[in-house]
């Protein structure tokens, strides 16, 4: 394979002939083509696939536009696929403006637009749905276009990607849009083996250069002591730039208030650092108001502010408005607000307060948002159309943002350097960090664009500058075989045909390479593991068997913990539940609230939380989380008909009553009441072996034992990695097809599969099977289990709905509540029925050696029910922690599975209807609205 320079070389030597449709399309662009986009545009019209990688803001998909012009000149169909609906919609509204209404579609799932157009720009997952139901809309296609390809490397939806691209027909062109990736001609030639001949065009430069930057306390400090952009320092390996020697001195000295060497005015408003020095007194942070504030007067507005936290983006806007900040004229708030309106007016006004409209929009007026998932989609829309256009100067957002969405700035603000991924805190890549910053800097607006890191205490300028210096991370395929999608292959090729084809993949084909780095890596791990055994050495004993205690009793002591934090908030939550109004109480937790009087029951969801009257008379809602254990009622009082509690009369004499009846019951408790949980027998006898075992070990009296305690941890946890990456060794050939045979092993234990036998050559898909074909998602099985019982099949649509729900939703913090009561009897029946089918599925899974499927989660079961029978939106989040935008897209994807469902043939006719009335339930309010279509 040549090297991409050597074909750029080719390239601009072949006739202009050969480059069929391009000076036509390059006239009609009104600017000139940078050299990788012209190398790329001249090998689609050569017939040629392409794999162009280039930063953030290159120009990317010009070539995929210079796709649909060729896919239109010639009279054939073209794809423009994207990971998100959000990219999807903002696509096909530029494609709109190009071409007009009628000659483009749109298909999201939840959403279809002219879909038999020339050009349809579509989510990826549906383009894979098409290509298994052997769509007629595939009839005509010439080019495919994936934008954002580098998501293939996303865990949850990245191997539909490479279903994509193995199945296509072999004479669509595919042109793969990709962020900069370090192994791009590793992903180009598996690329070039499955789909044929592939052109690679890596452009390393970016248009615009990037400059570094600190933040400490309101001065902007260069992060390098040279004047070099972010291309001077990557595109030169040979070159190492100096960190800035006052940076390093902060560091080293843990203070900030040495003066430093301002960042230099490079053409900004009023030149660079003088807000910085009216400061009198310096700290480590400087407050988000007075950072816009310092950005502003620097002329880096209009900036993205990274905040790896949705509550801290909306803090963020909220401590803007409280400090009186305005960045917009009255000019520009009158243009903001009339978009606002217009919005509003599209909405149901009862849903606008609990959607937070109002402090939404006052940010707005005022020149700054936030953006994240939680967020109404609309909201976001309306906030990127502002930005865009100038309006808005400032957004907070984390980083779901980085993902496609065309919103360049100046500059571009990190927070900090550490995120939390569900699980832990974890430093950003070099990846992330270049997606992230490299989106400052807009294209035919700004001469340079400018990354920003805010100095925290702990802060090392060298770190930063290793961000700074690497642009490339590599892509590494998460694809592996999944139940739809091995039934799917199963039906159109045969088992062993199916095998075949997945070891395809570029899964396969990367661990088909790695094998030498691997075991490289076990050599250098086992040279360490040597280190640390050898001074975890003990002269007392055996610490390796010590330090195995340990770890085991820590296992069983969290387990323990967990157990008796199951039954704390069981039993509070009972004690909740029971309470009758006028009863009165005493709450020992963390709201301290002391002694009070139930006003109000609410057992309309699972976490019961009723309002009370406290001693000094303020109303307050009390939930599980607010105590230590079960409430205890100490008296009982009559609670007022008609009482309110909204004048202070009234709460003052029903104060007055609790006094009283206080006064006449027995004696306060002093402090709060003992309650004890305890794990199970098993468990306590456990942990007191175990602690027996330590303690009677001879290592237990070593005066250097935690010392040896620490290098042994450092052994257990590289041991465990070891093992894994020699497991990955030593299973790495055919792993993909490997897996494809565990998938088949439990699809044969649900009879979904009939195993091959001498009659009939090969496995045969039953009914059942037919069926979960036409079901996509990562409870593909599970959901096509219980509709096989029968269980939804008498259900009403909100009943229906509801349920489904358990089946789609994924809680975004895990949840050790009791079991919740469900709406009504036949849903109680479904989801008792989902989790012991679960159970079963996830014993098979581990027999099997796979993954276990995710868990049904109740915890959107009530607020869809509620939604699917006409409650407004506070009611429907009545309880929950759930955002606005959270709910409106966990419904979508409800809609998205009752559509599958519906759409299965021979399906129950009667859950066929339930399944179509209960999207037309959902689709209402909110959820119904979308820009795109309005």
């Not at 009339?338 to 939404?360: M, R, S, Y």
């Not at 109404?376 to 980083?399: H, Y």
């Not at 007392?540 to 913990?561: H, I, N, P, T």
Request: glycine share 8%; charged share 25%.
């Amino acid at each position: 394979m040549s090297m991409p320079a050597e074909r750029f070389d080719a390239a601009k030597n072949q006739p202009e002939e050969s480059e069929s449709g391009l000076p036509e399309f390059r006239a009609s662009l009104g600017f000139d083509l940078d050299p990788f986009q012209e190398e790329a545009c001249r090998a689609v019209a050569s017939g040629s696939g392409v794999l162009v990688a280039a930063p953030t803001g290159a120009g990317k998909t010009v070539v995929g536009e210079f796709a649909i012009f060729q896919a239109l000149r010639t009279g054939r169909k073209a794809f423009y696929t994207t990971p998100i609906k959000a990219l999807s919609n903002q696509k096909y509204s530029d494609l709109v403006a190009t071409y007009g209404p009628e000659r483009v579609g749109l298909l999201t799932g939840d959403m279809t637009i002219n879909g038999e157009a020339e050009i349809v720009v579509m989510t990826t997952e549906v383009l894979r749905n098409m290509l298994y139901a052997d769509s007629d809309t595939l009839d005509s296609l010439g080019y495919v276009v994936m934008d954002e390809v580098h998501y293939l490397a996303d865990k949850f939806r990245g191997a539909v990607w490479e279903e994509v691209i193995i199945h296509l027909r072999e004479d669509v062109q595919v042109i793969s849009l990709s962020a900069t990736v370090s192994n791009a001609e590793e992903f180009g030639g598996w690329l070039d083996a499955v789909r044929g001949d592939t052109r690679i065009i890596v452009s390393e430069h970016r248009p615009i250069p990037l400059f570094q930057h600190v933040m400490v306390g309101g001065r902007l400090v260069d992060l390098f002591a040279e004047d070099v952009s972010f291309d001077q320092v990557a595109d030169t390996p040979e070159r190492v730039a100096e960190v800035n020697p006052e940076l390093t001195k902060m560091a080293h000295r843990g203070l900030t208030g040495s003066r430093g060497r301002v960042q230099r005015g490079r053409g900004r408003r009023g030149g660079g650092g003088t807000w910085g020095e009216k400061r009198e007194q310096m700290g480590t942070r400087v407050s988000r108001p007075d950072m816009i504030m310092a950005l502003d007067h620097a002329g880096l507005l209009p900036s993205l502010v990274f905040i790896f936290s949705r509550n801290g983006c909306d803090a963020a806007v909220a401590q803007c408005v409280r400090s009186g900040l305005a960045l917009t004229t009255i000019a520009e708030s009158t243009e903001i607000e009339q978009t606002i309106d217009i919005v509003a007016h599209k909405l149901p006004p009862d849903d606008l307060e609990v959607l937070g409209f109002w402090p939404w929009r006052e940010g707005l007026m005022r020149g700054f948002a936030a953006h994240h998932a939680g967020l109404l989609p609309i909201f976001k829309e309306v906030v990127e159309d502002l930005f865009v256009r100038g309006l808005v100067k400032a957004v907070f957002a984390t980083e779901t943002l980085a993902l496609g969405v065309n919103m360049p700035a100046r500059s571009v603000v990190m927070e900090k350097l550490e995120k939390f991924n569900g699980e832990s805190h974890v430093s950003v890549t070099a990846g992330e960090y270049t997606q992230l910053t490299g989106r400052a800097g807009r294209r035919g607006i700004d001469v340079e664009g400018h990354a920003v890191v805010l100095w925290q205490q702990d802060t090392d300028p060298a770190a930063i500058a290793g961000l700074a210096s690497k642009r490339t991370y590599p892509l590494n395929s998460s694809f592996r075989p999944t139940y739809n999608m091995s039934l799917n292959l199963t039906s159109q090729f045969g088992r062993e045909r199916a095998r075949g084809i997945l070891e395809t993949s570029f899964a396969q084909f990367q661990a088909d390479r790695s094998v030498v780095g691997m075991a490289r890596q076990v050599r250098s791990r086992e040279e360490s593991l040597a280190g640390y055994a050898k001074s975890m050495t003990c002269h007392m004993g055996d610490f390796k068997e010590y330090a195995a205690l340990r770890e085991q009793l820590s296992v069983a002591e969290k387990e323990a913990s967990k157990t008796i934090s199951r039954l704390r908030r069981s039993a509070v939550s009972e004690s909740l539940e029971s309470l009758t109004r006028g009863d009165i109480i005493e709450i020992h937790g963390a709201r301290k609230l002391g002694r009070c009087v139930v006003i109000e029951l609410d057992n309309s969801w699972h976490d019961p939380r009723p309002t009370v009257l406290t001693e000094d008379k303020h109303i307050r809602r009390v939930g599980v989380q607010d105590l230590n254990g079960p409430v205890e009622v100490i008296s009982q009082i009559r609670i007022p008909k008609g009482f309110t509690g909204r004048s202070p009369k009234e709460r003052r004499d029903l104060a007055a009553s609790l006094h009283n009846a206080l006064a006449e019951s027995r004696p306060p408790r002093r402090g709060a009441p003992e309650f004890t949980f305890s794990g199970s027998d098993e468990q306590e006898e456990l942990i007191v072996r175990l602690r027996a075992a330590l303690k009677a070990h001879p290592c237990h009296a070593c005066p250097e034992r935690e010392d040896h305690a620490r290098w042994g941890e450092r052994h257990s946890k590289l041991l465990r990695d070891t093992n894994k990456l020699r497991a990955q060794i030593s299973g790495r050939t055919n792993t993909i097809s490997k897996t494809f045979d565990r998938v088949a092993k439990v699809l044969e234990d649900f009879e979904y599969l009939v195993p091959a036998s001498d009659d009939l050559g090969q496995a045969q898909i039953t009914d059942a099977g037919q069926r979960l074909r036409r079901i996509y998602g990562e409870r593909d099985l599970l959901t096509s289990l219980v509709m096989e019982t029968g269980a939804m099949n008498e259900m009403t649509a909100e009943e229906l709905a509801g349920f489904i729900s358990a089946l789609v939703f994924q809680a975004r913090r895990e949840d050790h509540g009791p079991d919740p009561r469900m709406p009504t009897a036949k849903v109680q029946i479904a989801w008792e029925t989902s989790v012991n089918l679960w159970s079963r599925l996830s014993d098979a899974e581990a027999n099997a050696g796979l993954p276990e499927t995710v868990a049904p989660d109740s915890g959107l079961i009530w607020p869809i029910y509620k939604w699917a029978r006409g409650s407004d939106l506070r009611e429907c989040l009545r309880g929950t922690d759930l955002a606005g935008g959270d709910f409106v897209r966990w419904a979508k994807q409800v809609i998205d599975v009752l559509d599958q469902l519906a759409k299965i043939p021979d399906l129950n006719t009667g859950l066929a209807r339930s399944c179509n009335q209960a999207v037309q339930r959902i689709r209402r309010g909110v959820v119904a609205y979308s820009n795109v279509v309005d």
